[in-house]
């Protein structure tokens, strides 16, 4: 193999540097350890030691300019039998390793980019406040529902949105509710719609089929969503809740809809899927359509499903209460609700300042009134999350995760942490090399004791990917732990409640301010703490004005201070280590656990060419991904700003791929774009289009046209065809097709 960005290991301070690889304590930290003292011993023997110069520069932590890679090749035969993949395996490491000369690992800290100052504008945070002072039992509701409410949920205080919303819905008026995330949504609109169903004169019969249709935009959100209506339900025992979510076998999804289901909660899909094709299926008897996470309407994929959905309802019924409510309510959703609901009220919560003050609760309560972009635009973050950034060059990436999931779950008690990922085969290649590389492994000989946190640390993932029987037992398992990093895609990032979780890690920017709203909004709810790190490269960290433009601030974490966690031998107070003096924390000793992790990653990946080529597939996944920012992101993030063979390290590869470039990942796969929500609202004809073929059936050929105009459009720009997305937002294998327009 051609060795192209390799250096041999000098390690200057051997003892120190077999306390680092104490520090991870696993096999294959124990056999970079050996191969790093051979290397360190055939230096000395061989006279071949870098010069003073040369090693006080590679410590200097992180390189201070970005020059083109320069490339330290070590000697054609000594690196090929280094950094053969047998030698790397499990079965190969022992004996046999300690006596060859030297390792070949990354020059991790050479020739990276500068890391910039980051300047942050200081921005007016929009504030919400979560709880207000009116409780569920001022409200006019069922005296069963209040005590339902008390004792099965346990809970008194109405939070803001609700005391807005619920009295309002339940006049029965048409409403677009905006509150942060974590501030109780779900209820805000279950309240009234169990309220007003077991209200009803005539008694409802399972028969009659669906009263109340509500729309979510994943699986899990469904199952979350059915949850809280089985629970108000209690007392009512005749109206019955379910749920259509795709995954499980559309017979037994046809069977409940012939039985009867009163509350339908779906994914746009799996519904679409049955109106197709179930002939069970009514809507003329709808009285409440609720759009959870409703921006998402605007985005392709769902738009279409909307579209099909509200035809065959409107078709039905045509008097009905419309509920759109979401965190990131936009300008387009907002436009949208004010020509395509009725009269609607727009419910926004909001400190006084950002809002007229209103004085029921302190928060601010709009009706009807058109937003100015610049709110709408701005998103309350719960004020108990602390926001944070680091910038690290992408060579340095995969380190740096590692190091941060171990500083605060396998270090740090009662953590829980969810790190979003851009695709399914990212969160596949980390979940895999983690696991493999962190953990404990049952058979694995112990060559040294495992760190004390290292028990501790347990690794699941959630992706569309996933088998649905699999992505129920992750949802419910990391719901109901008290630790644990759950790796996933966006498929987690809207809507879900997952208790106690402290920390959210996003390893890719996303692709809007509102996504980035939604990913951090997993922690800090219901006014609870929590804490996210996004984490960019250099030539990224113009993404941080982009978010301060939105009123989203966030704090510098620096690269060493997340690496330096790799020196806390002291965090390892087992037998063996426990008296030995902590190293100080020298950036030369942050530099070289750094390299020794970097190596342990190296040596699973090139441990066979089966996992070599599993790195370079879930490199090309990120690649692709990258080409996906939507335009007015694109001068920061662009594939041509990645440096392919830094980029390749941040997937355990020694060398970029041969075969790899954009244009070939390009060519191999047409790019899915991600929607562009602002270029989408800005067209008034196309919003137009939107809201007449869903709101007046028979006007399918219009959108048509619209969609065929916008892909001559398309060809003539010479852009590619349309994403494919995420899989599983919702919907079922069809359904992934589908997302391109
Ligand atoms: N009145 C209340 N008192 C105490 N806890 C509440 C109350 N209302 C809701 N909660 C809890 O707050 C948490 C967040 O609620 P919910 O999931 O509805 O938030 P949301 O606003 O829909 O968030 P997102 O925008 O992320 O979807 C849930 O655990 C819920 O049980």
Redesign the pocket.
């Known amino acids: 193999m051609a060795v192209t960005d390799g250096l041999l290991l000098h390690l200057s301070e051997p003892p120190a540097a077999a306390a680092a690889f104490r520090t991870f304590s696993r096999p294959r930290v124990a056999q970079a350890r050996r191969q790093a003292q051979a290397t360190k011993r055939k230096y000395q023997a061989s006279s071949e030691v870098p010069s003073a110069k040369r090693r006080s520069r590679a410590s200097s932590l992180p390189a201070k300019k970005t020059t083109a890679e320069g490339v330290q090749r070590a000697p054609e035969g000594r690196a090929q039998t280094a950094s053969s993949p047998r030698r790397s395996s499990a079965g190969g490491r022992g004996r046999n390793q300690e006596q060859k000369p030297c390792v070949k690992t990354s020059s991790l800290f050479k020739n990276n980019p500068e890391i910039p100052e980051l300047h942050r504008p200081v921005v007016q945070k929009v504030q919400e406040k979560v709880f207000s002072s009116g409780a569920f039992h001022d409200l006019d509701l069922h005296p069963h529902l209040i005590s339902t409410i008390n004792t099965v949920?346990n809970?008194f205080?109405?939070?803001s949105?609700?005391m807005h919303s619920i009295p309002v819905l339940l006049e029965g008026r048409d409403a677009l509710v905006r509150?942060q995330?974590?501030?109780?949504?779900?209820?805000a609109y279950c309240i009234p719609v169990v309220q007003s169903l077991q209200a009803m004169k005539t008694k409802i019969q399972r028969s009659d089929g669906p009263y109340a249709l509500v729309l979510v935009p994943t699986r899990e959100l469904a199952l979350q969503s059915f949850d809280i209506f089985q629970k108000l339900l209690k007392p009512f025992t005749w109206i019955v809740p379910g749920v259509l979510m795709g995954g499980e076998k559309r017979k037994s999804e046809k069977a409940r809809l012939r039985k009867g289901i009163n509350i339908l909660i779906s994914t746009p899909g799996r519904l679409v899927d049955h109106i197709k094709s179930t002939k069970n299926i009514h809507f003329s008897r709808v009285q409440w359509l609720i759009v959870d996470?409703a921006d998402r309407i605007l985005d392709l994929g769902f738009e279409k499903d909307i579209t099909v959905i509200l035809n065959a309802v409107n078709a039905e019924c045509q008097k009905r209460q419309n509920v759109l409510l979401?965190?990131t309510l936009t300008e387009g959703v907002a436009q949208l609700a004010d020509i395509s609901l009725l009269n609607p009220v727009s419910i926004s919560v909001l400190e006084e300042g950002y809002g007229q003050a209103n004085p029921q609760g302190g928060g601010a309560l709009e009706v009807s009134a058109p937003q100015t972009s610049d709110e709408l635009d701005s998103f309350a973050i719960p004020e108990g999350l602390d926001q944070h950034v680091t910038l690290v060059p992408s060579k340095l990436r995969l380190v740096s995760l590692a190091a941060f999931i171990l500083q605060k779950c396998a270090f740090a008690a009662d953590q829980k942490m969810i790190v979003f990922f851009p695709s399914c085969e990212l969160v596949e290649f980390h979940y895999t090399l983690f696991v493999q590389t962190l953990l404990p492994r049952p058979g694995a000989p112990a060559a040294a004791p495992l760190p004390s946190g290292s028990t501790q640390l347990k690794f699941l993932r959630l992706h569309g990917g996933l088998e649905q029987e699999d992505r129920i037992a992750v949802f419910q398992e990391f719901s109901h732990s008290r630790t644990g990093v759950l790796l996933c895609t966006d498929v987690a990032a809207?809507?879900l409640?997952l208790?106690q979780v402290t920390w959210i890690v996003q390893y890719n920017a996303p692709s809007s301010p509102a996504e980035y709203v939604?990913r951090v909004?997993r922690t800090a709810?219901?006014g609870c703490r929590g804490s996210s790190l996004l984490i960019l490269a250099p030539s990224e960290a113009e993404y941080v004005n982009s978010l301060a433009s939105h009123k989203i601030n966030v704090s510098e974490i620096k690269m060493e201070d997340i690496l330096s966690v790799l020196t806390r031998d002291d965090c390892f107070p087992g037998k063996q280590w426990g008296k030995q003096k902590p190293r100080a924390l020298s950036p030369q000793g942050i530099r070289e656990r750094a390299t020794v992790l970097q190596t342990v990653f190296e040596d699973y990946v090139h441990s066979s060419e089966q996992t070599v080529s599993w790195a370079k597939k879930a490199l090309q996944s990120f690649i692709r991904a990258y080409t996906t920012y939507p335009r007015e992101l694109k001068h920061i993030f662009h594939v041509r700003l990645l440096h392919l063979g830094h980029v390749a390290k941040s997937f355990g590869l020694r060398d970029a791929p041969q075969n790899l470039s954009v244009s070939a990942v390009k060519k191999k796969k047409a790019a899915p774009k991600r929607p562009d929500l602002r270029k989408k609202t800005q067209s008034k004809q196309r919003l137009a289009e939107i809201l007449r073929s869903e709101y007046a059936s028979g006007m399918e050929a219009g959108m048509a046209k619209v969609r065929k105009q916008s892909k001559q459009a398309d060809q003539a720009a010479g852009r590619a065809a349309r994403p494919r997305p995420e899989p599983g937002l919702g919907r079922g294998k069809k359904q992934k097709k589908k997302r391109s327009p």
């Not at 995330?181 to 209820?187: D, Q, V, Y």
């Open positions: 949920l809970m205080n109405m939070t949105v609700q509150s995330t974590g501030s109780g949504k779900t209820l996470e979401s965190a809207r809507g409640d208790p939604h909004g709810r219901i």
